[in-house]
């Protein structure tokens, strides 16, 4: 394949087919200049019924397929991915804005959850319990929950649906996904490309469209879902889990964060410079885990500031598809809107900028630092998604440990100390679903994702992603 607009599909996938209910469209716009990448048909909740009906139906074949004839489907889609990694970045820099070395990224690590799950599958052991009676004798087993339904934001348009449907798929579950309507084009290749990895037909389904609550409603309403995996905002989070409550469903809920970034004193500052950047300024900080807020303690505050401000000067803003950038543009004017609200909102409550702070046309916001940051100010208490770096000064661990719980949010915090003690002090104390020390890259598929709180529930990835996607059967055998 030479060009990635081979991979460009304009329709749901549906039992193996391209397919589309009506003649409506709608246009994906790439956020650097506005442009039309592509249209793509818009499905209603009509048509999302009809593909939880195929999934449904896919079930049975799919779940008494042995573990290994499953992982070896997925390891070849895991190939196929790879080999495709160049066409697919470029789509996934297109629809998304994120700089081409960030989608090349993605991809790795979103493709490592196939194959981490493919080879996990097959050790969905269960146990053998000694009997509560002579004469009995005790199994359980693991066995996949149905059709799994899983919504997915734009902000990882590849990694945050593996992550979901790699071990739903490998333990034999039917997926039916919804992908952001922001990044179809990501959600579309890669379903192709399961398709020429060999799932049978109805194990796999995408369903493209604008309406995301009706979308949502079927998904989290219809008896024939099970489970409804979703990454997204925690307010989206809470409207799925009240829908879903008809039919009790399972819930793996990935939501917002608030993450803090606390520097002591004792830090080895160019270290905490570094993860700051990393962890702040990813994907012009539309992540999840990016960092929200900075706490640094007074006495290391100024030479902080100045040496993360030198950085912050050095990014390059552009277009994803330039090799020098490091900050594309924003998802959509929206979120030009929140930075633009969030920075006066700063600056009238005595916050300073010293770096950045302006938006640009058509659609970036610049690396921007806010000094004397405190909690009253809007994102102190909300997730910024974008790329503000507020910094608030503390004097003493216990003040850096309250600030950094004062949150409903519970995902990602990070802190840099050298002080042993103080490390484990600190960790223990931080009400967070992970922790980084010295360290702000923390995502990986063998490691347990997922955040306490108003964060979510549930874990993805590691030993512990399978559980998701199980029921357990207990079976007791009796008089023997
Ligand atoms: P973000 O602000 O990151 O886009 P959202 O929670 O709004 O986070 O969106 C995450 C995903 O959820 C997207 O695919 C979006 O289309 C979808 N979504 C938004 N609102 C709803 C809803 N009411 N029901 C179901 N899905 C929704």
Same mark, same amino acid.
Not at 181 to 208: H, M, Q
């Given at each position: 394949?030479?060009?990635?607009?081979?991979?460009?599909?304009?329709?749901s996938f549906v039992n193996g087919e391209?397919v589309?209910?009506?003649?409506?469209?709608?246009?994906?716009?790439?956020?650097?200049?506005?442009?039309?990448?592509?249209?793509?048909?818009?499905?209603?909740?009509?048509f999302v019924a009809k593909a939880i009906d195929v999934a449904h139906a896919a079930f049975?074949?799919?779940?008494?397929?042995?573990?290994?004839?499953?992982?070896?489907?997925?390891?070849?889609?895991?190939?196929?991915?790879?080999?495709?990694?160049?066409?697919?970045?470029?789509?996934?820099?297109?629809?998304?804005?994120?700089?081409?070395?960030?989608?090349?990224?993605?991809?790795?690590?979103?493709?490592?959850?196939?194959?981490?799950?493919?080879?996990?599958?097959?050790?969905?052991?269960?146990?053998?319990?000694?009997?509560?009676?002579?004469?009995?004798?005790?199994?359980?087993?693991?066995?996949?929950?149905?059709v799994?339904?899983?919504?997915?934001?734009?902000?990882?348009?590849?990694?945050?649906?593996?992550?979901?449907? =790699?071990? *739903?798929?490998?333990?034999?579950?039917t997926v039916v996904?919804?992908?952001?309507?922001?990044?179809?084009?990501?959600?579309?290749?890669?379903?192709?490309?399961?398709?020429? =990895?060999?799932?049978p037909k109805g194990v796999y389904n995408?369903v493209?469209?604008?309406?995301?609550?009706?979308?949502?409603?079927?998904?989290?309403?219809?008896?024939k879902?099970?489970?409804?995996?979703?990454?997204?905002?925690?307010?989206?989070?809470?409207?799925?889990?009240?829908?879903?409550?008809?039919?009790?469903?399972?819930?793996?809920?990935?939501?917002?964060?608030? =993450?803090?970034?606390?520097?002591?004193?004792?830090?080895?500052?160019?270290?905490?410079?570094?993860? *700051?950047?990393?962890?702040?300024?990813?994907?012009?900080?539309?992540?999840?885990?990016?960092?929200?807020?900075?706490?640094?303690?007074?006495?290391?505050?100024?030479?902080?500031?100045?040496?993360?401000?030198?950085?912050?000067?050095?990014?390059?803003?552009?277009?994803?598809?330039?090799?020098?950038?490091?900050?594309?543009?924003?998802?959509?004017?929206?979120?030009?809107?929140?930075?633009?609200?969030?920075?006066?909102?700063?600056?009238?409550?005595?916050?300073?900028?010293?770096?950045?702070?302006?938006?640009?046309?058509?659609?970036?916001?610049?690396?921007?630092?806010?000094?004397?940051?405190?909690?009253?100010?809007?994102?102190?208490?909300?997730?910024?998604?974008?790329?503000? =770096?507020?910094?608030?000064?503390?004097?003493?661990?216990?003040?850096?440990?309250?600030?950094?719980?004062?949150?409903?949010?519970?995902?990602?915090? @990070?802190?840099?100390?050298?002080?042993?003690?103080?490390?484990?002090?600190?960790?223990?104390?931080?009400?967070?679903?992970?922790?980084?020390?010295?360290?702000?890259?923390?995502?990986?598929?063998?490691?347990?994702?997922?955040?306490?709180?108003?964060?979510?529930?549930?874990?993805?990835?590691?030993?512990?992603?399978?559980?998701? @996607?199980?029921?357990?059967? @207990?079976?007791?055998?009796?008089?023997?």
């Amino acid at each position: 394949m030479n060009t990635y607009k081979e991979l460009l599909f304009d329709r749901s996938f549906v039992n193996g087919e391209w397919v589309n209910q009506g003649t409506a469209r709608f246009e994906v716009k790439n956020p650097f200049d506005l442009s039309v990448i592509g249209e793509v048909h818009d499905e209603d909740r009509s048509f999302v019924a009809k593909a939880i009906d195929v999934a449904h139906a896919a079930f049975r074949m799919w779940k008494s397929k042995s573990a290994k004839e499953r992982s070896a489907i997925l390891l070849k889609w895991f190939d196929l991915i790879h080999q495709h990694k160049e066409e697919l970045a470029q789509i996934m820099t297109l629809e998304s804005g994120k700089p081409l070395g960030e989608s090349r990224g993605e991809i790795d690590y979103g493709a490592a959850y196939i194959q981490w799950f493919a080879e996990e599958a097959k050790r969905n052991y269960g146990d053998v319990i000694p009997g509560f009676t002579a004469d009995k004798r005790i199994i359980t087993l693991k066995e996949p929950v149905g059709v799994v339904g899983a919504i997915t934001p734009w902000n990882f348009p590849l990694a945050m649906i593996t992550r979901k449907i =790699a071990p *739903a798929l490998a333990v034999g579950c039917t997926v039916v996904v919804r992908p952001s309507e922001e990044t179809p084009f990501t959600a579309l290749a890669i379903n192709y490309l399961a398709d020429l =990895a060999g799932f049978p037909k109805g194990v796999y389904n995408t369903v493209v469209g604008t309406d995301a609550s009706e979308m949502g409603k079927e998904l989290c309403e219809n008896k024939k879902v099970a489970k409804i995996s979703f990454t997204g905002s925690t307010a989206v989070g809470k409207i799925l889990m009240t829908q879903s409550a008809s039919t009790l469903k399972k819930m793996s809920l990935e939501l917002g964060g608030n =993450a803090p970034l606390i520097v002591f004193d004792d830090a080895d500052v160019d270290l905490a410079v570094k993860g *700051a950047i990393a962890g702040k300024f990813r994907f012009a900080g539309q992540t999840c885990v990016c960092v929200n807020r900075i706490l640094v303690q007074e006495g290391i505050h100024d030479l902080f500031v100045k040496k993360f401000t030198d950085a912050v000067k050095k990014l390059k803003l552009g277009s994803g598809l330039d090799s020098e950038v490091n900050i594309g543009p924003l998802i959509n004017q929206r979120a030009i809107r929140r930075m633009e609200d969030m920075t006066q909102d700063a600056l009238a409550k005595g916050g300073s900028v010293v770096a950045g702070g302006n938006s640009l046309a058509p659609q970036f916001f610049e690396p921007t630092i806010v000094v004397n940051a405190n909690e009253s100010m809007e994102f102190a208490q909300n997730e910024i998604f974008g790329p503000i =770096a507020p910094i608030f000064k503390f004097k003493t661990e216990q003040d850096a440990v309250r600030m950094a719980n004062d949150t409903i949010y519970g995902l990602a915090s @990070y802190f840099y100390t050298n002080d042993l003690n103080r490390s484990w002090r600190v960790r223990e104390q931080l009400e967070y679903g992970i922790v980084g020390i010295n360290e702000g890259l923390i995502s990986s598929e063998v490691v347990p994702f997922g955040g306490v709180k108003e964060s979510g529930q549930g874990r993805e990835g590691s030993k512990y992603g399978l559980d998701s @996607y199980v029921d357990i059967k @207990y079976v007791c055998i009796g008089n023997v």
